[in-house]
């Protein structure tokens, strides 16, 4: 059983497009999050959510939002596609907040 | 805020030598620290972690680190290593609330037949 699970693993599109990018755990955990990692492997974290809060880094661009449809899923959204948005994007989870977290196989955007 | 130091960028070592990944972490508060490895074209695998207790770790894969808070650094080391551990590395904090983890840039392990 895979734990923390994102679809599609690849995904080319074209600038000004929108896309989501779909991210489901089975681990029963309540923190989610979303990462960005750069094409010099660089990881930075964009939003961190659980059933009450939502943080994000402020140097996301609000074309980024996050989507729970329940515990378990966190989707992230991008509108209006640019070319700095390439990238390969991992979710992962986490028991508890602060503590180790489980990541997705990653979902490698690349915007023509 | 916290930072991450990954004092290496790629450290190349003889198969079944012993290695050591160097990581330095800056926080005014509690931190916890992790260990990361990124095989190619995959996602990030824990190898260990330090919460609290013991300052020696021990994690996967033959792997230990040790917590030194006085030099504030969590080293990974591993005393034999194989021709599977090349991978890229990453040491990570977190200081215990929702805002995710904080990285260091990674460092490339590549083992030398």
């Known amino acids: 059983d895979t734990a923390v699970s994102q679809t599609p693993k690849y995904l080319v599109t074209q600038m000004g497009n929108d896309k989501s990018i779909k991210c489901e755990q089975n681990?029963?955990?309540?923190?989610m999050y979303w990462y960005k990692q750069d094409s010099k492997k660089f990881l930075k974290i964009m939003f961190s959510y659980n059933n009450k809060e939502l943080i994000i880094n402020e140097t996301v661009p609000n074309r980024f939002s996050p989507k729970s449809p329940d515990k378990a899923h966190l989707n992230l959204h991008i509108n209006s596609l640019e070319l700095g948005d390439s990238a390969v994007y991992f979710c992962?989870?986490?028991?508890?907040?602060?503590?180790?977290?489980?990541f997705g196989p990653g979902t490698r955007l690349t915007v023509t | 805020a916290q930072s991450v130091t990954q004092l290496d960028s790629q450290v190349p070592v003889f198969e079944e030598a012993p290695v050591e990944l160097r990581c330095n972490y800056s926080s005014s508060v509690s931190v916890y620290l992790f260990w990361y490895v990124q095989y190619p074209n995959q996602g990030l695998q824990l190898l260990l972690k330090?919460?609290?207790?013991?300052?020696l770790v021990k994690g996967i894969n033959g792997f230990e680190a040790e917590f030194n808070k006085s030099q504030t650094s969590f080293h990974l080391r591993k005393p034999s290593v194989h021709i599977s551990d090349t991978a890229e590395y990453f040491c990570a904090a977190s200081g215990g609330g929702a805002d995710g983890l904080t990285f260091g840039k990674g460092t490339h392990l590549i083992i030398q037949p």
């Open positions: 681990l029963g955990h309540d923190t």
């Open positions: 330090y919460l609290s207790g013991s300052t």
């Open positions: 992962a989870s986490s028991p508890m907040t602060g503590h180790e977290q489980y």
